[in-house]
């Protein structure tokens, strides 16, 4: 039995924005949720998941008219530590990075633990020390000492 050649999927070039590359798979909705897109402000986005690669699989972001600032580009590497930055200006690469994992991260994480003094009532900020391991980040927390390093994005705030 012949087989059916697969057609190819072609995603539009942007002409200014940024594309972010070699995203750990299956985490493109938590890199969508942490630009919060969309909103009533967003451009054209594009979104390719479980794309095949020289290392595995990944999954693309494209955001058309947004470059990214520092902020979200370190959450973006809790759940993506493999991940690169593309600025595109007028369809070209004007500058390409790879994601820093920052030492610390306060105010972005809710801790795992329901009874942690970041959990109360209590005026106080989460605080993470991140150590990353490869393709993995563990985060420990430095009131209680619990860690999370499964489903990062799920408790991103």
């Given at each position: 039995m012949e087989e059916?050649?697969?057609?190819?999927?072609r995603v539009h070039p942007?002409?200014?924005?940024t594309v972010i590359d070699h995203i750990t798979a299956g985490q493109a909705l938590n890199v969508l949720n942490i630009l919060n897109i969309p909103n009533p402000s967003s451009g054209v986005v594009s979104i390719i998941i479980n794309a095949p690669s020289?290392?595995?699989i990944k999954d693309v972001v494209k955001i058309e008219g947004?470059?990214?600032?520092?902020?979200?580009?370190?959450?973006?590497?809790?759940?993506?530590p493999k991940a690169t930055i593309n600025i595109i200006r007028n369809f070209e690469v004007s500058g390409k990075t790879h994601?820093?994992?920052p030492e610390k991260v306060s105010g972005v994480v809710k801790c795992i633990n329901p009874n942690c003094i970041s959990n109360s009532n209590e005026p106080v900020t989460s605080r993470f020390t991140v150590k990353p391991?490869?393709?993995k980040i563990t985060l420990r927390c430095s009131y209680c000492e619990r860690t999370i390093s499964e489903d990062?994005?799920?408790?991103?705030?």
């Open positions: 059916t050649p697969i057609p190819e999927i942007i002409r200014n924005g020289v290392h595995g947004r470059e990214l600032n520092v902020e979200e580009v370190d959450r973006i590497s809790l759940i993506a994601v820093h994992i391991d490869g393709r990062i994005g799920n408790h991103l705030l």
